[in-house]
């Protein structure tokens, strides 16, 4: 089945700690993008890749980083520069033919708390 | 910049129709997209209007107005599992890569 996986579903964190999450498509989608979601709010971008090796930075890049070294894979990490990292996180990824504008679709998304 | 605008909150019965507004301003439009958010979950795609006027699919429609910057979702028949975040999205700028979310609204479907 095609889709979106990421890793892992639950994580904790403790305070000083860097976690990396896992995002990997087999969609063949050259765009992914990585969003934020606190309880009862919105999603917020945090970074977006268009093509391997190039990324740029959402709304609320500081304190993430990420990487684009194959297509399929797009992990988050999320550095103790970081200050209030508890949250849902979200991995997306889409086309860019512009074909039904790009539609973006989810992973399952991934529960970061910090203990 | 980019502004979107839901109400936060909406509560409709089972059986019936509710629509959900919503309005953005953008400096470039390419689009607006409906998601569906169930609690702990990942947005689900549900439409994507590019085009003035009305889309029909199944029990759900969705509506736009470019030149009003307005748009909205129709849910006809409601079910129970129905009940769910629904968020709009528009492209940032025109740059159809990068989706905008507002902050969602949350439909309650009472029996």
């Known amino acids: 089945d095609g889709g979106i996986t990421q890793s892992p579903k639950y994580l904790f964190r403790k305070e000083g700690q860097n976690v990396t999450l896992s995002c990997e498509q087999n969609l063949n989608h050259d765009a992914m993008y990585w969003y934020r979601q606190d309880p009862g709010q919105g999603l917020r971008l945090i970074y977006y890749s268009q093509i391997v090796n190039d990324f740029q930075k959402g709304d609320i890049a500081e304190g993430y980083s990420v990487s684009r070294e194959k297509k399929e894979s797009f992990p988050l990490t999320v550095t103790s520069a970081q200050k209030n990292p508890t949250a849902f996180y979200l991995c997306a990824s889409s086309t860019s033919d512009g074909i039904s504008g790009n539609t973006i679709y989810f992973g399952e998304g991934s529960w970061l708390t910090v203990v | 910049g980019q502004n979107i605008d839901q109400p936060t909150e909406m509560t409709a019965t089972e059986g019936a129709i509710v629509q959900i507004n919503c309005t953005y301003q953008t400096s470039g439009f390419n689009g607006l997209f409906w998601y569906q958010q169930h609690a702990g979950e990942a947005p689900t795609f549900l439409s994507y209007n590019v085009l003035d006027g009305l889309e029909e699919k199944g029990r759900f429609s969705s509506f736009l107005s470019r030149s009003k910057g307005y748009s909205y979702l129709l849910l006809k028949e409601l079910q129970m599992k129905d009940s769910a975040s629904y968020l709009c999205?528009?492209?940032?700028?025109?740059?159809?890569?990068?989706?905008?979310f507002g902050t969602g609204t949350l439909l309650a479907v009472q029996p």
């Open positions: 999205a528009v492209p940032d700028g025109g740059a159809t890569n990068k989706l905008i």
